[in-house]
């Protein structure tokens, strides 16, 4: 299986062209663990965490918010009662900049700590600014991502939600400072096309910043097991278009994955985000999603059919409001 490797910029950690969110990982609010999902639990977590690195899917995406906090605890457990599988592992997670943390170093560093403990490990691989939501200036949060790899805390420095303009900025303030911005975590997906067509992932492309893919199966939307009779349950506000309209994308990706020798829906959305060069992070509850996902590795889209994916893709649309306010 090709199993294509990005460097992180500034490291030598290596992470394949698929990763794994863990949102739902302790979340009951958004994900409904213990609440509308009685089936997540911490067993079918353990398996979705087993079978994505036995399949090559071995970067897992966390944030200090997740579940607060019970996320990086979950996995703080899965990595000391697996070491064998703890070393295959590249692990990011990410600092809520709250607009009342003025002082951002100082609140920066005593949450990476933080949460550095709930995971158990000495540094992390990449640390990311979840969304532009900061008051203070690119300035005074290139200092704080600088002083924590100062501190050898974490690897690779990233950002989240930011837009073409904001990544520069981010981008030359921590380049004053020797360390270069490694990725920018964004809504990408064939229900939100925007950041292709708005120029953001050119951006990226031209400074050397990776691109990592979230939401990429639409919060669930694009498997195809959702659709008008039957829409997903919980507060899943991201790429949230009338199912109406996600049911033709959804068709298009069927026709496809039927003419890919059976690939389910799911696997040519992850797919075609692959080919435009971002990392896709999706979400896997349990063993059978982790394996359906990682299903995406190992094949290739045609020409043909990724333009006839560009052609159903929906741009999508984020306010400001809900691109500050709203962090998965
Ligand atoms: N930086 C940010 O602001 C931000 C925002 C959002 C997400 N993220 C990151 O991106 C990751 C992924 O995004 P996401 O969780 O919002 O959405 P997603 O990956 O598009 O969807 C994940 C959900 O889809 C369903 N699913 C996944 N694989 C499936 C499969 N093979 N078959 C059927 N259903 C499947 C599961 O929910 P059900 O089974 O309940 O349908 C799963 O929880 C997150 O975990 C997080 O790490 C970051």
Redesign the pocket.
Same mark, same amino acid.
């Given at each position: 299986m090709t199993i294509h490797e990005h460097v992180l910029a500034g490291t030598e950690v290596a992470v394949g062209s698929l990763?794994?969110? /863990? !949102?739902? !990982?302790g979340d009951r609010s958004?994900? =409904?663990m213990g609440t509308y999902?009685t089936a997540?639990t911490e067993t079918t977590i353990e398996e979705a965490w087993e079978a994505s690195i036995d399949a090559g899917a071995t970067f897992?995406? /966390?944030?200090e918010v997740?579940g607060d906090g019970e996320?990086e605890r979950i996995i703080g457990g899965l990595l000391a009662a697996d070491p064998a599988r703890a070393a295959k592992v590249q692990l990011a997670t990410?600092f809520m900049p709250l607009p009342w943390k003025l002082n951002v170093k100082g609140a920066l560093l005593s949450s990476l700590r933080a949460s550095l403990d709930r995971l158990g490990v000495a540094s992390v691989d990449l640390y990311?600014i979840?969304?532009p939501i900061s008051l203070r200036g690119k300035g005074a949060l290139a200092e704080a991502l600088a002083a924590a790899h100062q501190e050898g805390l974490v690897e690779a420095v990233g950002v989240?939600?930011y837009s073409a303009k904001e990544t520069r900025a981010i981008h030359a303030q921590l380049a004053q400072r020797g360390l270069p911005l490694a990725t920018n +975590?964004?809504?990408f997906?064939l229900l939100r096309r925007g950041p292709e067509l708005g120029g953001l992932l050119g951006t990226c492309a031209e400074l050397g910043v990776l691109p990592?893919?979230?939401?990429?199966? =639409?919060?669930?939307?694009?498997? =195809?097991?959702?659709s008008v009779a039957n829409p997903?349950?919980?507060k899943?506000n991201?790429?949230a278009h009338p199912m109406e309209v996600v049911d033709g994308v959804v068709a298009e990706l069927r026709r496809i994955g039927e003419a890919n020798g059976g690939k389910?829906p =799911?696997?040519v959305a992850l797919n075609w985000i692959m080919a435009k060069g971002a990392v896709?992070?999706?979400?896997?509850?349990?063993r059978? +999603?982790?394996?359906?996902?990682a299903g995406a590795l190992g094949w290739e889209i045609g020409a043909e059919d990724l333009a006839a994916l560009d052609r159903a893709a929906l741009a999508g649309t984020r306010t400001l409001a809900n691109r500050v306010w709203?962090?998965?």
């Open positions: 990763g794994v969110g /863990t !949102w739902a !990982w958004t994900w =409904g999902d997540l897992f995406d /966390t944030a997740y996320s990410k990311q979840h969304g989240s939600n +975590q964004i809504e997906s990592l893919a979230y939401s990429p199966l =639409g919060q669930g939307r694009l498997t =195809g097991k959702y997903p349950p919980g899943r991201f790429s389910a =799911g696997q896709p992070i999706p979400g896997a509850k349990n059978a +999603q982790a394996l359906e996902n709203q962090h998965g």
